[in-house]
Each structure stands twice: as C-alpha cells, then as structure tokens.
C-alpha cells in the first residue's frame, strides 16, 4: 500500500501533505518475534517523544495511530488516569510512537502535526487530536478542524502549511511504523510494551495496566 500526494484546501490555499513515500508494508513480510529490549528504547527515525521521569522504573512504548478508534478511547478514558496516578508521581515513563494505519493521509498529518507542536506541547497536542478525532476524520475537509487545534497549540498558519509539507517528516513518521512492524512486531495499534513485555489490548482501561505496572513498581 502507498500514499499518493494530496491536496486539502484552506481557504485559497493548497495544503500539501507530502506523503509520497510508501506505507509500512504490513502484508509483505513478518515481523520478528523476538528483540533485545535495550533496542525497544533507541530512538526511531523520528526520536522520540517522553513523557514523565527519565528514571521511573516502569517504561511504556506506545505504538498508536491518530486515526485509531481504539487509540482516541485511551487518550479519553485511560491516558488522563495514567497520567496522574504513575506519570505525574514518576513512577511511568511513557514513550509514543506512531504507527500510521487508515486513512494513511490523515494519519500520516495528524501525527506530523502533533510532531510540530514541540517537545513542550506534544502530548497536549496528541490528546486534543484524539479527542475529536471523530470530528475531523468525519468531514470531506478536516483542513480547519486541524488548523484550528494546531493554532491552540501555537502553530500558524504559515507553520501549519510547512509542517504538512514536510516529505523529511512524513518520510520519519512511516518509517517509526515499519521499524515498529520490522523489529518489534507491531501488527496493530494501540500496541504497548511495559517494561519490554508486549501488551495489545485494543480497549485498555487503567485498571488494566495497573495489575500490570503495580508488581513492577513494588
């Protein structure tokens, strides 16, 4: 599967979203089942994006798509709780990463985006891109649903158009996936890794991580 140059409009204006490289090619090959954890944590092509104390001694990856149903569901139910019960009192480390699935362009922006608003920013952007997800995925335009939260997380308009015309960028956010699909056999999203240990569970609640993080931290 590919991604073909698309054009959303904004007003008078072409917004480019240069995704003209191939998508993680999930039905051609499989991905490997075994890895050295100490490789689960270098960063991908895009680094890295950490939330919480660098020494907690629970690390989540999170392998997840903007576009995932089940990924909008933990930023809304679960995230907030994780946040404050073990990120917040530096007992979790969490690390996202995206996994583009369909509709590959609009997965593929909002991830790009959500890299755009910066370190500071990121995860206050990744949240309020999954909280209305259903909004923007639902219209023929999401161009100005997206401009609008990317203009609450300090990006103009002019940065907005840069940013979804970055093919380095797009080219950064595909291949996190194929690394995650190629070496740590990601086949779908969310996919989290606790301490090394896959965990894939499409309708995570906390108290479901917390059997799982809970005996780690004691």
């Known amino acids: 599967m590919s991604v073909s140059r698309r054009h959303f409009t904004?007003?008078?204006?072409?917004?480019?979203l240069a995704a003209s490289l191939p998508l993680p090619a999930f039905a051609q090959g499989k991905p490997k089942k075994s890895?050295?954890?100490g490789?689960?944590?270098?960063?991908?092509?895009?680094?890295?994006h950490v939330i919480g104390k660098d020494d907690a001694p629970v690390t989540i990856v999170e392998y997840a798509s903007f576009t995932c149903g089940h990924c909008a569901n933990f930023y809304i139910n679960t995230f907030p709780k994780l946040k404050e019960k073990y990120i917040d009192t530096g007992k979790?480390?969490?690390?996202?990463?995206?996994?583009p699935t369909g509709p590959a362009e609009l997965s593929i922006a909002a991830a790009m985006l959500a890299h755009c608003a910066g370190k500071e920013r990121y995860?206050?952007?990744?949240?309020?891109?999954?909280?209305?997800?259903?909004?923007?995925m639902a219209t023929q335009d999401?161009?100005?649903?997206?401009?609008k939260l990317a203009s609450q997380a300090g990006i103009d308009e002019a940065k907005?158009?840069?940013?979804?015309s970055d093919q380095t960028l797009a080219a950064e956010v595909q291949r996190t996936g194929l690394r995650g699909f190629e070496t740590f056999g990601v086949e779908g999203t969310?996919?989290?890794?606790?301490?090394?240990?896959?965990?894939?569970?499409?309708?995570?609640?906390?108290?479901?991580?917390s059997k799982i993080i809970d005996p780690l931290i004691k």
Not at 10 to 16: E, I, N
Not at 123 to 136: G, H, K, P, V, Y
Not at 142 to 147: D, E, I, K, W
Not at 190 to 209: A, H, K, Q, S, Y
């Open 39 to 48: 490789d689960l944590y270098k960063p991908g092509p895009l680094g890295d």
């Open 160 to 164: 907005f158009k840069q940013c979804l």
């Open 190 to 209: 969310p996919t989290f890794f606790i301490n090394g240990t896959i965990v894939v569970d499409g309708d995570t609640t906390i108290d479901n991580l």
């Open 142 to 147: 999401p161009v100005p649903l997206l401009q």
């Open 123 to 136: 995860f206050a952007m990744t949240s309020a891109l999954m909280e209305t997800q259903r909004n923007w």
């Open 35 to 37: 890895f050295q954890v």
């Open 10 to 16: 904004a007003g008078t204006a072409a917004v480019v």
């Open 92 to 99: 979790v480390k969490l690390i996202f990463r995206p996994f």
